[in-house]
């Protein structure tokens, strides 16, 4: 009796988790109106693009219409891209040439970085040897006498 209350009470458990982790249809648009681009020409996401656009309401709109045919987030995203193009996805997706946008911002930050800290052990190099030079390159007693001469000491 003990393991089938026990087994009982797991299932409840873990139906009710299952269960709290299904978002509503209002949270899947909200969640992607802020991962797709308004079409309207502005640089905005279609969650933020002002009252005045007119595009944004008909997107969103289409967006909750896909959802309420039980697309995925993913069949909605492959929709608009297939109707709209690459540009009405916020972020790039990470693979082919499109690649390269995920690649090079941290391939330049990393080529800067040494390229920063090569010229400043160079420069630090540098000035120690001109210190060298200035150590070296004493002036003769013939000549500081005529200096001394010249400036009335």
Not at 48 to 77: F, R, W
Not at 88 to 100: D, I, Q, R, S, T
Request: proline share 3%; net charge negative.
């Amino acid at each position: 009796m003990r393991l089938l209350n026990t087994t009982f009470l797991g299932c409840l458990l873990l139906g009710s988790l299952t269960w709290a982790q299904v978002p509503s249809q209002k949270e899947m648009v909200d969640k992607m109106v802020d991962h797709l681009m308004c079409t309207c020409g502005c640089p905005h996401l279609i969650g933020q693009c002002g009252d005045e656009c007119g595009v944004a309401p008909q997107l969103i709109h289409e967006i909750s219409d896909l959802v309420s045919q039980g697309k995925t987030e993913e069949e909605v995203y492959s929709a608009f891209e297939a109707k709209y193009g690459l540009v009405v996805l916020a972020v790039p997706k990470a693979e082919g040439f499109n690649m390269l946008l995920w690649i090079l911002p941290f391939l330049g930050m990393l080529v800067g970085t040494v390229v920063v800290f090569v010229v400043f052990s160079r420069l630090k190099a540098s000035n120690s040897d001109h210190e060298d030079q200035k150590k070296s390159a004493g002036i003769d007693k013939e000549y500081r006498q005529l200096i001394d001469k010249e400036i009335g000491k």
